[in-house]
Every structure is written in C-alpha cells, then in structure tokens.
C-alpha cells in the first residue's frame, strides 16, 4: 500500500508541474493543490506510524528495521563506485542493497581496485560493470543514489521524489585506498544517521 502510494504521490506532482507549464490554471490554485497532496502524504506516515505502535503495545512486536536501496555512480562504474557498493555489502550486510553503475562502463573491473580489494577480503574478480543507461528506467527504485564523481546531474532530467542524491565527490577517483578510506568514513556517518550502525571491522 505505501510502495502504491508513493507511486500515486509522484504522479501527482509530475501531473502538477505539467499544468504548471501551461499556465492554464492560477499558481495560487497549484500551490493550494501541492499543499493539500503533502499534507495527505503525512498524515498517511502519522497513521502508519500509529499501526506499528498499536502492533507493539498489542503484541510486543517491533517493526523490521529500515533497510534502504542505494546505488554508487561514478565514470566507469568498474573502480570506484564498485569498490563502494562491495565494500558496503560486506560491512553492512543487513542494511539493505547496494549497487553500481557508471555512465560508460567497461567490461572488467579495474585491475588495481580488484587487488586492493582482496587484501580487505572482497572479491571484485567476479563483478561486471555496469552501465548506468541500464539502471536509469529504474531509478526511482533507489532511496540513496551516491554520486562519487559529482556529474550525475549531466545524465538524469530530474530525480524521483523519494530519491536522495548525495554528491561525495571523492579527491582521488583512480587510488583504490583513498577511495576506501574516505568511503568508510562518509558511509559510517551515513549508516549512523540512518540505522544507528556502524562498521566496526573496516
């Protein structure tokens, strides 16, 4: 229900901003309408919040913790932003998916990424870089897109309402080392702001 609901939400706005274009209608009466459908949306989050604190005091039971879907982007999507999505799917197991993609994506990863990653015991020899054009019809699928290079905004039109962008233009893109200590930093500070967890085995 809430998955269809976010989907209805981003129609209505996309509905919104092409009426807004044609300036048939009064801004006045589209800022009315935007603030009737964002008060909807919270009182939708306030009752579902209220459901899982009824289940809880009926039963005990505490609602699953939040996992999250991410997607690291940066040239190639076979050093860097590879490096980021296995890295985090070994530190943070069960914090949700982690995926990658790069805007022209080679066919193997990058040879130096993959021998760093081995002496942190992850295995990039069996990856395949990706393109970010096969992702980029699913992109409102992603809660967190990360953009290590800072040029995503060259490549989509707009971003999906439930979509967060975070620009992490890393200083050095072609060291597999800095780009790991800086990723454990930035991605500890994340996961602590989002589930209270962090990586503790890095």
Known sequence: VVVKYGSTV????EDLLSVAQTGDYPPGD???????????????????????????????ERKGEKTFDFLFV????????????????KAYPDAGTFRCAGWSAPDEPKEEF?????SKGIDLRVAVPVSFDDVR?????????IDLEGAIRQHIRKVPYHTTVLSWK??????????HEELVTRM??????????????N
């Not at 940066?74 to 799917?89: E, I, N, S, V």
């Open 10 to 13: 981003d129609k209505v706005y």
């Open 30 to 60: 589209l800022f009315a309408l935007h603030a009737i459908v964002h008060r909807l949306e919270r009182v939708i989050h306030v009752g579902k919040t209220i459901s899982d604190q009824t289940i809880f005091s009926l039963t005990g």
């Open 74 to 89: 940066d040239k190639t999507g076979a050093g860097a932003a590879l490096l980021a999505a296995y890295y985090c799917r």
């Open 114 to 118: 993959v021998e760093f990653a081995e």
């Open 137 to 145: 019809d699913h992109f409102d699928e992603f809660d967190f897109v």
């Open 170 to 179: 890393l200083d050095d893109l072609s060291d597999p080392k800095a780009v």
């Open 188 to 201: 500890s500070d994340l996961m602590e702001i989002l589930r209270g967890e962090t990586d503790d085995d």
